[in-house]
């Protein structure tokens, strides 16, 4: 059974940085493209970061391009964005996602940047 659990996320200041993760199950990691995604109160999903299977380094929204990171540890089975110079509008609840014949949805963990 697929199943996707996010953590690492919170309250910081602007300025800061925090680090999600999203611990995998059911299946390997490295296997198959994975996505954080994230959605602001009233708003659809919108994607913020992706990685394939082949790829060592994902790519990330022009929104948070030269701030936020996704990576993988695939000895942990683990995905990580790595999210530096936080700001107010970064405020939303992160989803962590994979494809595998259908989307698979974290539980979302929220994200606030507030001081």
């Known amino acids: 059974q697929v199943q996707l659990v996010e953590s690492g996320g919170g309250l910081v200041q602007p300025g800061g940085s925090l680090r999600l993760s999203c611990t995998a199950s059911g299946f390997t990691l490295r296997t198959y493209w994975m996505s954080w995604y994230r959605q602001f109160r009233g708003k659809e999903r919108e994607l913020v970061a992706q990685i394939s299977n082949v790829d060592t380094d994902g790519q990330v929204a022009e929104s948070v391009k030269g701030r936020f990171r996704i990576s993988r540890n695939n000895a942990k089975n683990t995905l990580y964005l790595q999210m530096n110079s936080l700001k107010p509008e970064d405020t939303a609840v992160y989803y962590c996602?994979?494809?595998?014949?259908?989307?698979?949805w974290g539980q979302g963990i929220q994200v606030t940047v507030s001081s």
């Open positions: 996602n994979t494809y595998i014949y259908k989307d698979y």
